[in-house]
């Protein structure tokens, strides 16, 4: 998993924790990235986070690598994930609280996955988003 500079420390945190009960065993996270092990709890001890200044280059490094980036956002071309393939070797690529992903990670993204949303406001709060897209990840790979 690869995170954007994040506004809160404590959906980071809350990420991390979701990441360590799917199974994920590094997040990336760019800027300022920091772990309240109170809200990670246990995870923070078997996810290791890696800070980076800026997401490009480490997701072009990720894909040369042959991982398959898959951003979590809403756009006109992005995916509903209630029918979204996930590949088995992917990094699941986060935005910002309030800027989303920005063009230049969009533009390296092999696809964009979209939670639908039913109701008010129109999406979901970052870490509750990617607790959605990493148990369902883990429901199309439920051996590991």
Do not use: W
Request: net charge neutral.
């Amino acid at each position: 998993m690869a995170c954007a500079p994040l506004r809160s420390n404590v959906n980071l945190s809350r990420i991390v924790r979701a990441a360590g009960c799917c199974g994920v065993t590094r997040v990336i996270a760019a800027g300022r990235a920091k772990i309240d092990p109170k809200v990670a709890r246990d995870a923070s001890d078997f996810v290791k986070l890696e800070v980076r200044r800026s997401l490009p280059p480490t997701l072009k490094q990720l894909k040369a690598e042959g991982y398959h980036l898959a951003g979590l956002e809403q756009t006109t071309n992005s995916q509903n994930m209630h029918e979204y393939a996930f590949q088995r070797q992917s990094v699941l690529v986060i935005g910002n609280e309030r800027q989303g992903l920005t063009e230049d990670i969009l533009d390296l993204l092999d696809s964009v996955v979209e939670i639908p949303v039913y109701g008010m406001p129109y999406s979901y709060n970052v870490a509750t988003a990617v607790c959605m897209a990493l148990y369902e990840y883990c429901r199309q790979f439920p051996d590991g």
